[in-house]
């Protein structure tokens, strides 16, 4: 399985951005994907997993009611729709995945980013006036 993150760029504080993350090699339906960041000097975090079915999901709190996941798996693509950006939300956009073997809760997943195998290249997001 391959994931290829695209969609960031510069967007001003309280704008928006819609990342894209396009999953290869398999067909996504079924393969739990998540979101994570990291900002210079800053642990990479969870931001916001979906079920592989699309049932669950999970925000993490500085991004609650901001932010939203969903799938497309007829296109193979997640995305991550962001709303009312603000500076802190400047970082690497990463999406991963883990196998469709593995059963764990959305929010296990976005919170233990070392236990998930498959990454793909990340993508900038900077907010700045």
């Known amino acids: 399985v391959q994931l290829q993150a695209s969609g960031g760029g510069l967007a001003q504080p309280g704008g928006s951005l819609r990342l894209s993350c396009a999953v290869s090699g398999v067909f996504s339906y079924g393969w739990q994907i998540g979101w994570f960041r990291q900002a210079p000097g800053k642990e990479r975090e969870g931001v916001s997993c979906?079920?592989?079915?699309?049932?669950?999901?999970y925000y993490a709190d500085s991004v609650k009611g901001r932010f939203t996941i969903s799938r497309d798996d007829a296109k193979n693509l997640i995305y991550l729709q962001m709303n009312r950006l603000t500076a802190e939300d400047s970082a690497v956009y990463y999406c991963a995945t883990i196998p469709r073997t593995v059963v764990r809760p959305v929010s296990g997943m976005c919170n233990d980013h070392r236990a998930i195998p498959y990454w793909g290249a990340g993508t900038q997001v900077t907010v700045s006036s």
């Open positions: 979906i079920s592989g079915y699309g049932g669950d999901k």
